[in-house]
């Protein structure tokens, strides 16, 4: 799992992610996992069923119950790339 995965948060993360409250995240950071007891701090942006980020959320769910669903930002979004022409 790394930043920029879009990952599915649903009951296996957490019973407040159950049913039609579970949804689709498009990870921005993630923080260190709790070796006792596998909890882990995201941040990121909820994604809509356009794949548009919605509302950036700070979760604590369980590791094992992620699923990532894409490696990569939805179809049509590039990263920003830094311009390397010089305007005269």
Known sequence: ??????VLIGAACSVQF????ALMLRLVSIGETDPYNDWIWINGYVL???GLATTKREL???RTGLRIQRRTAPAGVQPRRSSSRVMA
């Open 1 to 6: 799992m790394r930043p920029r995965d879009v």
């Open 18 to 21: 159950s049913g039609d409250r």
């Open 48 to 50: 809509d069923t356009k």
């Open 60 to 62: 604590y769910v369980l």
